[in-house]
């Protein structure tokens, strides 16, 4: 399972001008995905939300054991909601520098100046195929972490029809995702508004 490298494609394939994917909720998403990638290895289990490390997982997905290896391992071991937090710093950039040194991104030329470089895509590649396999197939899991970061569901499904993938565990990964995103979102506006108190206190307003 590589649901966060899918993820990731996803995000990039669907991004346009309009409708950019906001890159720190993208992040927790991806923190949650690597989670339930865990999940499925058998490499953590859930215990009343606590993640409650097992065995290194066996896998050439190197972004993978970097998670894996950075799990507390020490009791009451973390919840879910501070494993996104604490993970989910900046991941998304760390899944695109990660792309790009294995070279599943490249620049493309722009018509009539090769001399300079387009926006950055997505090579061919396994990931991407499997990515694109799970998304025309409405994988539960994977249009649940897509339609929580705002990328719409390849039937057009709607946020609230997605939550559930009809596993329990994985649902209270997804469910977790959800409120920290609502809690980032509570951060950006608080901060917004003090901005704004303190642009009037300068202008003398």
């Given at each position: 399972?590589?649901?966060?490298?899918?993820?990731?494609?996803?995000?990039?394939?669907?991004?346009?001008?309009?409708?950019?994917?906001d890159?720190?909720?993208?992040?927790?998403?991806?923190?949650?995905?690597?989670?339930?990638?865990l999940?499925?290895?058998?490499?953590?289990?859930l215990?009343?939300?606590?993640v409650?490390?097992?065995?290194?997982p066996?896998?050439?997905?190197?972004?993978?054991?970097?998670?894996a290896?950075?799990?507390?391992?020490?009791?009451?071991?973390?919840?879910?909601?501070a494993?996104?937090?604490?993970?989910?710093?900046?991941?998304?950039?760390?899944?695109?520098?990660?792309?790009?040194?294995?070279?599943?991104?490249?620049?493309?030329?722009?018509?009539?100046?090769?001399?300079?470089?387009?926006?950055?895509?997505?090579?061919?590649?396994?990931?991407?195929?499997?990515?694109?396999?799970?998304?025309?197939?409405?994988?539960?899991?994977?249009?649940?972490l897509a339609?929580?970061?705002g990328?719409p569901g390849?039937?057009?499904?709607?946020?609230?029809?997605?939550?559930s993938?009809?596993?329990?565990?994985?649902?209270?990964?997804?469910?977790?995702?959800?409120?920290?995103?609502?809690?980032?979102?509570?951060?950006?506006?608080?901060?917004?508004?003090?901005?704004?108190?303190?642009?009037?206190?300068?202008?003398?307003?």
């Open positions: 399972m590589t649901t966060a490298r899918h993820l990731m494609i996803i995000a990039m394939e669907d991004e346009a001008p309009d409708r950019p994917v890159r720190g909720d993208l992040s927790l998403a991806l923190a949650g995905a690597e989670l339930i990638d999940l499925a290895a058998r490499t953590v289990t215990d009343d939300e606590r409650v490390p097992g065995d290194q066996s896998t050439s997905d190197s972004l993978l054991e970097q998670a290896s950075s799990l507390v391992r020490q009791a009451p071991y973390e919840s879910v909601d494993w996104l937090w604490r993970r989910g710093r900046d991941l998304s950039s760390t899944y695109v520098a990660a792309f790009k040194a294995e070279g599943q991104l490249t620049r493309q030329s722009r018509r009539g100046l090769s001399f300079r470089s387009g926006p950055a895509v997505l090579t061919d590649s396994a990931d991407h195929r499997a990515a694109a396999s799970r998304w025309a197939s409405a994988e539960p899991t994977l249009v649940a339609t929580a970061v990328i390849p039937g057009g499904d709607d946020e609230e029809d997605s939550r993938t009809g596993d329990d565990t994985v649902d209270t990964v997804v469910a977790a995702v959800h409120e920290a995103l609502t809690e980032l979102d509570a951060i950006r506006q608080r901060r917004a508004i003090e901005q704004a108190a303190f642009d009037n206190i300068w202008r003398g307003e």
